[in-house]
């Protein structure tokens, strides 16, 4: 084609054309993005189905005579939850999804020998501080490869996938609670636990580093290199480019204050996101969701579903309603409506099932004095009860169970993420552990009180949560001026 038929500028604009052609914006669907959030969540089924399994099994009368004294059974249950909880505690101060497999594994193996309590218990120990681990590092993960306009769905995933665990962990107990006369009956359940977590645990190796992790390490070229995997355009496209130096500044500017430490998150700016990251952690805890996670199948049996299978499998019934609620909220509603109302219609919603379920107790409970067994023979009260709790249960899964991972993991900034979300979440394992291990005794006492104290709580989370700043759509590097404003 010849040069002559054009004026010399259209020439010079063909040239530039064809030689840089108009970037376009990343797919909206991002497969890698979702692979990674995808694999990284099944640790997320894990705890999930520990919780789930955990509490059935604890329901079966072959696992309480294998390694309980009759008189100390409460006692008992509540210190094997209860140090579970504790280890989950102090590895949540940690970060790694390598060991965490490699401590549920050996966990599970003691519990699977389980010859007496003692191993049972350093199981438990053992698995629990792995569960904290996975706790930490997965939401962690998720923020930080997520894009803001659908970060709040991939931190979700976690959520989603526990939920799906509990699930699955209760019809397989409800499964193997038929197998009555065998301890294969609680040891199966675990068994094929420790199946799921090799499995994940070799999944991870293929997964990529997070590129805020990787830029915070020096590796920069390996970092625009997954910046233009997980957004699916080449290294040199102005998303990759843009995203890679506002993450690059990020972390100089916090590189130039030196060594990090937990004393920094109650200094200037960091003061209120940590604040308002203890009070979500503290809260998720008092709504009543740990209660009724590891106590549902005893609280239907309070309720009048006497029968062990029954009440594990009406539990199992919660906990489909639950997963259902989670996939309605990671898709329309956590980064459409924001963090904010979802947090503020769930405390409202639980509140009023927990007083609900209280005032049915109350009224109808009949007290066995020679068996010291409480228990519900009105039919309307009893098919209240367990309509709230499905309310309860669906509920918490479509609010506090996805916004309260969601949120602390966004707003901290690169320097102080890490240790923000170890305090958050050790200080929410800390709290699970007080109502684990004091549930029982409560309800040995009084069942009614366990639900207004419940309600009464749920009245102070809405309060709170009212005063939160709202977070939807931010990148996490303008986290800043959305906690500095003030």
């Known amino acids: 084609m010849s040069l002559e038929k054009f004026p010399s500028g259209q020439v010079e604009n063909s040239i530039k054309e ?19 959030a995808f694999v990284a969540a099944i640790g997320g089924f894990v705890c999930g189905y520990d919780t789930g399994s955990i509490s059935g099994i604890m329901a079966m009368p072959t696992f309480n005579d294998h390694f309980f004294d009759p008189d100390q059974v409460v006692y008992l249950q509540g210190l094997l ?12 101060f940690s970060s790694g999804v390598l060991c965490a497999s490699c401590a549920l594994c050996v966990g599970i193996l003691l519990e699977l020998i389980g010859v ?33 306009d659908i970060r709040g769905r991939l931190i979700s995933f976690f959520t989603l996938m526990s939920t799906f665990g ?30 799921v977590v090799v499995a994940f645990g070799v999944s991870m190796t293929a997964l990529p580093f997070s590129p805020r992790w990787l830029i915070d390490k020096k590796r920069y070229e390996e970092a625009k290199r997954v910046l233009a995997d997980l957004h699916e355009v080449p290294e040199c496209h102005f998303v990759v480019e843009n995203e890679y130096d506002a993450i690059v ?12 430490t937990y004393l920094e998150l109650f200094k200037g700016g960091n003061l209120k996101r940590t604040l308002i990251s203890i009070f979500i952690a503290i809260s998720t805890s008092l709504t009543g969701s740990v209660a009724i996670g590891y106590y549902a199948p005893a609280i239907f049996q309070n309720a009048g579903l006497n029968d062990v299978s029954a009440s594990i499998a009406t539990t199992g019934g919660s906990s489909i309603l639950a997963f259902i609620a989670t996939g309605i909220s990671l898709h329309y509603c956590i980064d459409k409506w924001g963090r904010k109302p979802v947090f503020l219609i769930g405390a409202a919603v639980m509140g009023v099932s927990m007083f609900v379920v209280g005032a049915m107790f ?13 228990t519900i023979t009105n039919l309307g009260a009893r098919s209240t009860i367990i309509a709230f709790i499905y309310i309860f249960t669906a509920t918490y899964a479509f609010s506090w169970g996805i916004a309260s991972y969601v949120y602390p993991a966004e707003i ?12 958050t979440y050790g200080l929410n ?58």
């Open 116 to 148: 007496n309590f003692g191993i049972l218990l350093a199981g438990r120990i053992v698995g629990g501080y792995g569960s904290g681990l996975m706790g930490n590092a997965i939401p962690l993960y998720h923020s930080e490869i997520a894009p803001p």
């Open 412 to 423: 901290f900034n690169m320097r102080t993420r890490a240790k923000g979300l170890a305090l």
């Open 18 to 36: 064809e030689e840089f052609p108009p970037q376009q914006e990343p797919n909206k669907f991002r497969k890698a993005v979702y692979v990674s």
């Open 429 to 486: 394992w800390g709290f699970s552990i007080l109502i684990s291990y004091c549930i029982p005794l409560f309800m040995a006492h009084t069942v009614s009180g366990v639900f207004f104290f419940f309600g009464a709580c749920c009245v102070g989370c809405f309060i709170g949560c009212w005063f939160i700043p709202e977070t939807k759509g931010r990148t996490l590097e303008e986290m800043e001026s959305v906690f500095n404003k003030s």
């Open 166 to 195: 509990q699930v699955v962990g209760y019809f397989v107990t409800f499964g193997t609670s038929y197998v009555s006369n065998s301890n294969w009956c609680w040891r199966a359940p675990w068994l094929i636990q420790m199946v």
């Open 362 to 374: 109350h009224i109808y409970t009949i007290v066995d004095v020679e068996n010291y067994a409480v």
């Open 249 to 260: 500044s990020e972390i100089e500017y916090e590189r130039s204050f030196g060594h990090r």
């Open 81 to 92: 939850l209860a140090l579970y909880l504790m280890a989950a505690a102090l590895g949540s």
